[in-house]
Every structure is written in C-alpha cells, then in structure tokens.
C-alpha cells in the first residue's frame, strides 16, 4: 500500500475523517500563505484527495520554516488538522456570524469565504512553536442579509479580518481567542440621532462603525480522536466519507445567495 498523503507516515484515520466531515474549508481553497510565502494545491476530485494535495505541499513548508521544523512527523499530521480546524466554517465562522446577528438583529452570510479570490488564508509560526492563523477579506460590503422572501440583498456591514494564536500542540481543552476586525453599518435612526448631536467633524460620517470582538468556539481545538496513535491505511479517510457534504458552505456561497 501506499502511505498517505505522499508520505512514510498516516494521520490517524479517525482525525483525518473528522477533518473531512467537520472542517475541510481550507482543502477547497487551493492557496494558504506560510510565513508570507503563498503555497498552493490543485482542488476538485474528492475530499480525501484534497487532503492529499495540501498535506503535501504543507508538511513541506512546515519542514522549511525554522520554528516547526524540528516538530515530529505525528505533530505535523496533526498540525494539518489544527490548521483546518481553526480556519473553519463550522469551528469559528458560525461563531462570528452569530455575533454579528447580536449586532444588526439578523442572521447574515460573509460572502467571499470560500475560495482564495475573496480572501486570504494565511499561517505564522512563531517561536514555540506558535501557530498564528488569519482569515482576511479582500472586499468591502460581504455582511450581507438576504431577505428569505424577495432574496434582497442587504449590505449590513463588512469584516475585515479575523485571527488567532495557538501553541503547537494546543492545550487540552482550551479553545482559542479570536480577534474580529469588522465594521457594522449604522442603522438609518442611530445615524438621524448622530447627525442631531454631532457636528460636521465628526469621525463617523460614512456610515458604519469600526469594531473589533473577542470571539471563542464552544469546543476546544484538539480533538479527542488526535492522541490515539495512527495506523497505517491505504487512504487517509474511510471513502464513504467523501461524499459527505455540510450545508455550512452553501450558506457562504455567493453564487448561492441570489437563490434564498
């Protein structure tokens, strides 16, 4: 058999399905940056291939960058993991958008979160090793609401970035903290009441409002799969899995959103 991923050595099969079902966001993207520099992997074809392509081109520039190249072949496996973990729909982004819905009353998408046109994935490794990971959009106006009846959009605000930092391994049990860099728009009545009671030189004339919020998953970011020890398979999931898809990613679809 083959090892997986191109590699001598297997990510515990029940860590790499759990990544596939729960939080392959970052597989689908094809382009993260590494300390500055963008590595790339060919998307389509199946999740466990997916896997595949970015576990090696990787691994790779863990191996390169000077803070993670002395980690264990087991702790890059599962570096990989964490990664995707992080970055995920289902881990952090549900997290923010229910945030944002305490802020504007509705439950919005971010558009743009899912491919490397609209925004940038991107990974520091810093002395520890510490894994600094972001999520950085590209456009403005991406906090969108759709109204379910007409499908109108409304542009409720634009997120900029969102990041955090990890050790490598994380703590058990910890879930990190996120820092949320985004601008909500100002409600038509809490502009007439600033325009009342401001003068022409106030700093908010456009409208919105620059914000930054400490979000945190509910789950921690190790899994309770990723310290039993690994063995070695032909692929790296169980092949049913594949062709799971979460409804997650449909939501932050914009080729999706005229439809709802």
Same mark, same amino acid.
């Given at each position: 058999?083959?090892?997986?991923?191109?590699? +001598?050595?297997?990510?515990?099969?029940? =860590?790499?399905?759990? =990544?596939?079902?729960? @939080?392959?966001? &970052?597989?689908?993207?094809?382009? #993260?940056?590494?300390?500055?520099?963008?590595?790339?992997?060919?998307?389509?074809?199946?999740?466990?291939?997916? $896997?595949?392509?970015?576990? %090696?081109? $990787?691994?790779? %520039? #863990?191996?390169?960058?000077?803070?993670?190249?002395?980690?264990?072949?087991?702790?890059?496996? /599962? !570096? &990989?993991?964490?990664?995707?973990?992080?970055?995920?729909?289902? @881990?952090?982004?549900?997290?923010?958008?229910?945030?944002?819905?305490?802020?504007?009353?509705? =439950?919005?998408?971010?558009?743009?979160?899912?491919?490397?046109?609209?925004?940038?994935?991107?990974?520091?490794?810093?002395?520890?090793?510490?894994?600094r990971v972001a #999520?950085?959009?590209?456009?403005?106006?991406?906090?969108?609401?759709?109204?379910?009846?007409? %499908?109108?959009?409304? &542009? /409720?605000?634009?997120?900029r970035r969102l990041?955090?930092?990890?050790?490598?391994?994380?703590?058990?049990?910890?879930?990190?903290? @996120?820092?949320?860099?985004?601008?909500? /728009?100002?409600?038509?009545?809490?502009? $007439?009441?600033?325009?009342?009671?401001?003068?022409?030189?106030?700093? +908010?004339?456009?409208?919105?409002?620059?914000? !930054?919020?400490?979000?945190?998953?509910?789950?921690? $970011?190790?899994?309770?799969?990723?310290?039993?020890?690994?063995?070695?398979?032909?692929?790296?999931?169980?092949?049913?899995?594949?062709?799971?898809?979460?409804?997650?990613?449909? #939501?932050?679809?914009?080729?999706?959103?005229? /439809?709802?």
């Open positions: 058999m083959q090892p997986p991923y191109g590699a +001598d050595i297997p990510m515990n099969p029940q =860590l790499a399905r759990e =990544l596939i079902r729960e @939080y392959a966001d &970052v597989l689908r993207v094809g382009r #993260l940056l590494v300390n500055g520099t963008a590595i790339t992997w060919q998307i389509g074809g199946s999740m466990e291939e997916q $896997l595949q392509r970015l576990c %090696a081109a $990787l691994i790779p %520039a #863990l191996r390169r960058a000077p803070h993670s190249a002395r980690l264990s072949d087991a702790m890059m496996q /599962k !570096s &990989v993991y964490w990664l995707c973990k992080s970055l995920s729909i289902n @881990y952090i982004l549900m997290e923010v958008l229910q945030t944002i819905r305490q802020r504007v009353g509705v =439950l919005c998408t971010i558009e743009g979160s899912q491919d490397s046109a609209g925004a940038d994935f991107s990974l520091e490794i810093a002395p520890g090793p510490v894994f #999520l950085a959009w590209r456009g403005s106006d991406n906090i969108v609401y759709r109204d379910p009846q007409s %499908a109108e959009r409304r &542009v /409720k605000g634009t997120i990041e955090t930092e990890f050790p490598v391994p994380p703590d058990p049990g910890v879930a990190p903290i @996120y820092a949320v860099h985004l601008e909500i /728009k100002r409600s038509m009545a809490s502009k $007439l009441f600033s325009s009342m009671s401001c003068s022409d030189t106030c700093a +908010d004339q456009e409208g919105s409002s620059p914000t !930054s919020l400490a979000v945190s998953p509910s789950v921690p $970011l190790r899994s309770g799969f990723e310290d039993e020890g690994g063995m070695p398979v032909g692929m790296c999931c169980d092949p049913t899995f594949g062709l799971l898809q979460s409804w997650l990613p449909w #939501l932050f679809s914009d080729t999706q959103a005229g /439809k709802r």
